[in-house]
Structure formats: structure tokens, C-alpha cells
């Protein structure tokens, strides 16, 4: 019997619960259920940076038609809203499962990607940067929440996370370091302030390049916002001790409209999408207005626990060498 692993399972139970709780009860959500697969050419599956391959299989059922395994809920969510009618200031929580196959293999990366994945209607008129900052810090408290009692439990696991989250819009970042990559940028930031909520993640910054890509089709990151930036979304990051690196926790934003759907499919050239079932019904007005996001599980309990490999708190395909070479510098994968 592996002690160790066990510990780290018990530990990981014990994040994940807590966790749920704080989070649900911070933004008012229900726990809901979710698909693994969705059925291809409805728009419903996210496109993340636009160039990642989905996981794709034909449905014999169906009379052979494609379906993918997801990349995260982003879209599925908000349509989820609709069907169940949830009211504004609600929303549901869920626990997604997805495979990302064209991921590079880092300490933060796998093939396997665990997210709590949360949407909440909101009212239109609620389309701002001032209520994206308040959902931030709700998010943010429910990490705080679950780092003491983590701390209670575990007294050797010290907390790190500040009193309070940092706003940074990511062309502030960029004039602040022009001469530093995207990475570099938020690993000072992250380190400077321990924990980060980097704003406007997809639209073009001054140097032409955006900080980091998102689909046009969920996140809005182009509408002017009350700061003279553009964008109502962006990433949570916190500086991970123990490894020494800025560690993305979250990405979440408030979602397009009609407006900037159009928009933002124009930006990224691939207007034909607003002919696909999920972009009609959100032009439609049939879709309520939302702000949502998707919390990385394996990466909160990475942080939570001080752990150095996402392989330590999940179950992932890993070469015989690289278990092999973890072994050797003390790091247990499951």
C-alpha cells in the first residue's frame, strides 16, 4: 500500500468538496450535470485557441454522424441556462471532463483536462467591467476559503494567497515590459503580487498581438470597457511557491452579445459560424446574457496542495521515462 498517494488522494477528495461548496454558495450556483461529447456543426463545443484538434468519433446510433469529446462548456453552459430557465443572479456549476490531445506535456499540462466549469445569467444592463471585478472576487474569496482550511487540515501546507486579488489589464502588462514575452509578463506580475486577475485576453494589444487567444464566440474581449480598455474577461493566476511560476486557476468572462458576437466573428474571419444552431439562437435573442468561466480542478489542487506536477493530483498518460525521471526527483505521479 502506497501511504503517500493515498494521503494525496484523501487530500485531493477533501479540495474538490470544499471547494464545490464555497464556490457554489459564492455565486449563488446548482450543481448540474454535463455531456463529455457533443454532436459536430452545432457550435455548441469550444474552439479555444481556434487551432486545436478535438477528440472526434462517429455515433453508429446516429446513423454515423460525428460527435467530439469537448474542450470545456463554454458554449454548452449558457444554452443549459436557457432550457433550464434559470433565473437572474443564478447559475449552475459542473464538473467537466475533456481531452486535449495537441497539449504540450509541461508540469502544468496533459492530455486530460478537469475543470469546474460555472455560468450565472445576468442582466444585460450588467454587462461590465464592474460586475466581471465583483464575480472575480467572489471566485477569488472561495480560493481563500478552501487555502485556510486546507491550512487547518494540513498545517505543514502554509498559506500564501493575498487578502486581496490584483486587477491588471494585460496592455497595462504589456506597456509596463514591452520588451518581455507574454509569459515573462505575467510572471513578474504574478510574483510581484501573488495573485493576479490579468483583464482582456483575445483582443489585438499595442504591439499587434493579442496577450493570449480565445474563440470570438464566448468570451467578450473586445467591447471598450469603463477603463479606456478593451475586453470584459480574463485569468485568474497565482504565484505557485514551490514551483516558482505565475499558475493559471481560472479563465472566465462575461459573454458576447449579439453585437460583439458579430463582431468578433468578423475580427477572426469566419463569419459562417452565426449560420450554426448555437450562434442563431444567441442571434436570436434566445439566449440569456451570462458571465461564466471554467476553474482548472487538477491546477487548484496543484496550488492547494503545494504539489510540483499536475501528475501528482491527477491520473494522466505519462511515458515510462518521464515516470521514471519524476521518481528520481521525488514526485509521485497517481
Not at 468572462?253 to 458576437?261: A, E, F, I, P
Not at 521518481?327 to 505521479?333: I, Q, R, T, Y
Request: aromatic share 8%.
Amino acid at each position: 500500500m502506497d501511504q503517500k498517494i493515498l494521503e494525496t488522494e484523501k487530500a485531493i477528495t477533501f479540495v474538490k468538496y470544499r471547494f464545490t461548496k464555497h464556490l457554489a454558495q459564492q455565486l449563488n450556483l446548482i450543481k448540474v450535470s454535463s455531456p463529455l461529447a457533443v454532436l459536430d456543426g452545432t457550435g455548441i463545443n469550444d474552439d479555444l485557441n481556434g487551432t486545436e484538434r478535438p477528440v472526434s468519433f462517429p455515433v453508429k446510433a446516429l446513423g454515423e454522424q460525428k460527435a467530439q469529446v469537448v474542450h470545456s462548456l463554454a458554449k454548452w453552459k449558457r444554452l443549459r441556462l436557457m432550457q433550464l430557465g434559470i433565473e437572474a443572479d443564478r447559475g449552475i456549476l459542473t464538473d467537466m471532463r475533456a481531452l486535449r490531445p495537441d497539449e504540450d506535456y509541461t508540469n502544468l499540462h496533459s492530455v486530460y483536462v478537469d475543470q469546474w466549469d460555472w455560468e450565472q445569467h445576468i442582466d444585460a444592463r450588467e454587462r461590465t467591467l464592474a460586475r466581471l471585478k465583483s464575480t472575480v472576487k467572489r471566485v477569488y474569496e472561495a480560493l481563500r476559503c478552501v487555502e485556510m482550511e486546507v491550512f487547518e487540515r494540513y498545517p505543514q501546507i502554509l498559506p500564501v494567497l493575498p487578502a486581496e486579488i490584483t486587477f491588471i489589464h494585460s496592455q497595462e502588462l504589456l506597456v509596463r515590459y514591452p520588451a518581455l514575452s507574454v509569459k515573462e509578463r505575467e510572471y513578474i506580475a504574478a510574483k510581484e503580487y501573488g495573485a493576479i486577475f490579468l483583464i482582456g485576453i483575445g483582443n489585438k494589444l499595442s504591439n499587434g498581438e493579442p496577450h493570449d487567444g480565445r474563440a470570438p464566440d464566448y468570451d467578450d474581449w473586445s467591447s471598450k470597457n469603463d477603463e479606456g480598455y478593451f475586453g470584459l474577461n480574463g485569468d485568474i493566476i497565482v504565484w505557485h511557491p514551490t514551483l516558482e511560476c505565475a499558475l493559471e486557476l481560472s479563465s472566465m468572462g462575461v459573454r458576447v452579445d449579439r453585437d460583439t458576437l458579430l463582431s468578433q466573428l468578423s475580427v477572426r474571419e469566419c463569419p459562417e459560424r452565426a449560420l450554426l444552431p448555437f450562434h442563431k439562437m444567441l442571434l436570436d435573442g434566445r439566449l440569456p446574457q451570462s458571465i461564466g468561466g471554467g476553474i482548472g480542478q487538477s491546477r487548484v489542487c496543484m496550488f492547494m496542495l503545494k504539489k510540483r506536477h499536475i501528475g501528482e493530483v491527477q491520473v494522466g498518460i505519462w511515458s515510462d521515462e518521464m515516470r521514471e525521471e519524476l521518481e528520481l526527483a521525488g514526485v509521485s505521479l497517481l
